[in-house]
Structures are given as structure tokens and as C-alpha cells.
């Protein structure tokens, strides 16, 4: 089945710092992946929507200069954090969107999901 | 605004009772309703509805969708403690190029001994 695999499952880092996640699509090509996060006890917000070589889609209010997103290939796509404070402390996950035949149930696959906890 | 709204928040019910939950939406270009189980780490598949008025089965949990309603129920029959989790309903909604999920706020379900 398809498999997403998200590093790091969980990160501590010190305010001002940035934080890189990756989620890399294992057996099959991820021709879309989005990015969520989730606070405790909440749903999963949708962050970014991010196609393989071009720009992500930010959803509105989030800053797009704050949390980076690279998607080069079409097994990789990483959030970059960047000079983070404790408020960006939260649950990410990404998921992964294949074609169709591609192996993907019903073609979103999530990672695991990485704990971010900003000191 | 597209949004999926789940009902109740949170739920407790000792084990083997029965137990709905339910999740209405208001999107556009609607395509597909999945459910998901969310214990301590990402979410994992339940279901995927489609049509209207077709249940779905696995085990003891079932689920069917109303497009008259735009609702869907999830029910989980003689429950158990491993059925405690957040579950979660989220919709497609978008063209076959750029579907993406809206979640609901999920409902946390707690089953006691």
C-alpha cells in the first residue's frame, strides 16, 4: 500500500530557531501534497495545498513567509518553519495526493505527523 | 464559506453501547465524504462515500451518506475501549485536479470499562 513517511516524528527547538519537516512519498508519486496542523484536541487545519514544481497555496491567514514549502520532486515535499516561537508549537501532518492507480487509498495518504514544540 | 461541521464534540459510553456521530457539510463541487479514526498519531482511513444512501461496513462500524441532507452518519456498535479517539469527517470538494479535504472538528469518543 501506499506509504508516506514523515521526519521528524516529533522536535524541540529553541525560539528564533527553524525547524524542517519532510514527508516523502515511498511508492508512488505524489503529485499533490498538502500540509496541516493540528492543536491539541482540535481538527486538522489545511495549511498549504503544494503541487510538484510549482508554488504552494497558502490557505488565508497563514504566512506563507513563515512556513515554507518545497515540494522539487515528486516523492518530497518539506515545511521549513522558520524563526519559530512557542505559538507554532502544534501537531503537523502531511498528506499526499497520487493519480489514481497509483496505489494511494483513495489517493490522500498521511504521514505520521510531527510534534513540534518550540522552547 | 465551505465547512464540515461534526456533532457531538466529545462522547463517553461504556463499553458495548451503541453510539452515532454525525457530520453535516456546505461545500461546493462536493465529490466524496471520508471518515477517519485519529488516535496519537495521523489519521487513519475509515471510510470514503460517494453515493447517496449506500452503507458501508467494516466490522462493527458503519457509515452511510445523505447528499439530500449533506450528512453523513458514522455508527460504531458494542463499542469497545480501543474505539476511544478522535473521529473525524472530512470532505473532497474541488475538480479531479485539485480536491482537497476540509475537515470537520472531529468528535472525541472516550469508552470506559
Known amino acids: 500500500g501506499a506509504v508516506v513517511s514523515q521526519h521528524p516524528s516529533w522536535v524541540i527547538c529553541k525560539s528564533g530557531t527553524s525547524v524542517k519537516i519532510e514527508c516523502r512519498s515511498l511508492?508512488?508519486?505524489?503529485?499533490?501534497m498538502f500540509w496541516y496542523r493540528q492543536f491539541p484536541k482540535q481538527s486538522l487545519m489545511l495549511m498549504a495545498t503544494s503541487n510538484e514544481g510549482s508554488k504552494a497555496t497558502y490557505e488565508q491567514g497563514v504566512e506563507k513567509d513563515k512556513f515554507l514549502i518545497n515540494h522539487a520532486s515528486l516523492t518530497l515535499s518539506t515545511l521549513t518553519v522558520t524563526s519559530a516561537h512557542p505559538e507554532d508549537s502544534s501537531f503537523y501532518i502531511c498528506?499526499?495526493?497520487?493519480?489514481?492507480?497509483?496505489?494511494?487509498?483513495?489517493?490522500?495518504?498521511f504521514g505520521s505527523g510531527t510534534r513540534l514544540t518550540v522552547v | 464559506e465551505d465547512k464540515v461541521v461534526q456533532s457531538p464534540l466529545s462522547l463517553v459510553v461504556h463499553e458495548g453501547d451503541t453510539v452515532t456521530l454525525n457530520c453535516s457539510y456546505e461545500v461546493t463541487n462536493f465529490r466524496s465524504l471520508l471518515w477517519y479514526k485519529q488516535e496519537k498519531k495521523a489519521p487513519t482511513f475509515l471510510f470514503m462515500l460517494t453515493s447517496s444512501g449506500i452503507e458501508k461496513k467494516s466490522g462493527r462500524l458503519s457509515s452511510i451518506l445523505d447528499k439530500k441532507e449533506l450528512s453523513s452518519i458514522l455508527n460504531i456498535t458494542a463499542t469497545q475501549t480501543g474505539d476511544s479517539a478522535i473521529y473525524l469527517c472530512a470532505v473532497i470538494h474541488g475538480s479531479s485536479n485539485t480536491g482537497k479535504l476540509i475537515f470537520g472538528q472531529g468528535t472525541t469518543l472516550q469508552v470506559k470499562p
Open positions: 498528506s499526499a495526493r497520487s493519480w489514481p492507480g497509483q496505489g494511494a487509498l483513495y489517493g490522500y495518504t
Open positions: 511508492d508512488f508519486q505524489a503529485t499533490t
